[in-house]
DNA sequence: ATTTTGTATTATGAATTCAAAATGAGCGCT
DNA sequence: AGCGCTCATTTTGAATTCATAATACAAAAT
């Protein structure tokens, strides 16, 4: 099928960037697994079961497994020595470990946006907080969560630094999953775009000391936040 | 063989915790294809091929498969769809960036110590840097390098945040492998152990800012270090 | 009734097999 | 001689098979 679409190609001499890349099973195996971990859908503490993910999924126990390993360094499962894996359960220390960490991360990160942001940069990440704020203004709770991920990422990128967005993004894939609980009232999430608007602006001026200090009090709310969620349905222990 | 031994010791009455454990084979693997690659046996760049690796470590594809892919996850190996892996390239750029991100968390750990450090973590650093100040003496390089890393590790553990640790040590061993290659003069030697001596005063005494000052100051030395060491050999490109 | 022990079942761990892609050598061609 | 092309070989990707450990269950004994 591939190949009728080369042909068509090459017919119109217009050879779009489209490559045909068949990924290896491992890569999609393991995008649908995180997806399923961070919505929520493979719940803390729920046990990987191979056989039955690979009917799922409609592939042999190999390349999920492989795609398991890989989710385990990520830190999103567990291996359980000839008990297979499951997914990280949710303790509130551990999620407050990683909200210090990505503090840490953002601080530097607000520092080397302010010095190596590119305008264009900077136009994307107003465009996306509209966007957020947007959604906002109608009350749309999951959809305003994805631009906000999208802007702190975008930040994070910003800064010029690959390994830095790396580390975070398996960092925020850990906490995104309690994210997704956190059912914040109307004043917090009020309070949140008022503060994304500071940031937002100290970003643009780039006045790092400010950015960097907006970062901190934005995620130590976002800590209070998410432990509140953490603590009214913690259980799962291991 | 286990059973003889559990009677025997059933007859004390003394029972040890010792568990059999067997470890699974692509712990085992990893293991050893980290310390092969942080030690340069595997050299940045190279071609990981399964067969051989197969045949030296006398196992089945299966696991050492697992194994490399985790390796990717961690960053010292990189996967090419259908031709295998290489070691990753040694980047000045990238070493530069991880090395950024480091001392982000060096920071953080740095504050978190001087709080949360126990007494006996206190006395165990200042057991390692005199293990180290002996190796200096001795200029014993390679051993001197070793504690160096404990000493470093030690910190950051006792911030007593498992995340902090977890992530700073794979970071930490993509920098290993240009460590190796860092032969720093007798001066920058001597220097080296002076700025430990002074983080280790400071840490002792609980002094968190100046703690994190001078983290700071001794990576940005390493960072030149390292960076000349790679500036000399730096050949290993995608 | 409860606990323990033996057995059957199931799930995972690892090796092997099969398939597809990439590499490399030889060959004919211009 | 240089170049591209075909075909054999090698190597990786994925599925399957085999082995082993964990679990569930039933029966027996206390």
Redesign the pocket.
Known sequence: MGTIENLALAGTGAVTEKRIE???????VIDQLRDRIVLGELAPGA??????L?EQL?????????A?KMLATEGLVE???????IVTPLKAARIADTLAVMGALESLAGELACANASESDLAEIRALHFEMLAHHARRELAAYFRYNQFIHMKIIEAAGNPVLTNTYRQLNANVRRARYMANLSQKRWDAAVGEHEEILAALVSRDAPRLKRLLAEHLAHKVVSVMAALASNDVAAA
Chains 1, 2 share one sequence.
């Open positions: 068949r990924r290896p099973l491992h890569e999609e046990r990987l079961n191979e056989r039955v690979c409609g592939i042999s126990r190999t390349p999920l497994r492989e398991i291996l359980l020595p000839n008990r297979g894996a």
